[in-house]
């Protein structure tokens, strides 16, 4: 089997709530899956605000796996 790690930083809307880049998550897991990795773990860690406008950020730690045939 082969991993690879990837981390991707969510950043949190400043007015309202929900990920300002969620389209940014689904394409790094949509090209990993393009190249016949799946989904194998994500863990997520939260940090506080970056600046006076700035929301929450998470950071997304999200490991893929591919099972390679002998």
Partial sequence: MKYVVL???LKEKFLGTGSGNLTELENVINTQASKGYRLHTISTASSG????MGGDRIQATLVFEKIEKD
């Avoid at 605000?49 to 006076?52: I, N, V």
């Fill in 7 to 9: 981390q991707v930083v």
């Fill in 49 to 52: 605000s970056k600046g006076l």
